[in-house]
């Protein structure tokens, strides 16, 4: 994959996780503003201050995140962004982290 082809994927990725989260803000499932700054978004728990931080990575084609529970790395296989440890999905990840954080 070329670094636009990744670049342009990475973009939806985050908007994908971002809208994820001001959904689940809609359905009053977790108090968070999500901020966006370039290739970082940062989703943070208004009633314990954590965050989560979601970013890519272009030089190595991957997205990455932060949270309380550790960091996890993600390659996109073609149609899902896996982790490179577990081959656990992103958004499976980010649902679960979110549930303990928040």
Known sequence: MT???????????????????EQAFENDEYDVECSRSGNVLTIEFVDNGSKIIVNSQAPMQEMWVA???????????????????????????????AK???
């Open 3 to 21: 670094e636009s082809e990744f670049l342009v994927l990475a973009d939806t990725c985050l908007r994908q996780v971002e809208e994820m989260f």
């Open 67 to 97: 949270a309380r529970s550790g960091g996890f790395h993600y390659k996109f296989n073609g149609q899902h962004w896996l982790n490179t440890r577990d081959g656990s999905e992103l958004f499976a990840t980010l649902s679960a982290v």
């Open 100 to 102: 303990q954080q928040g």
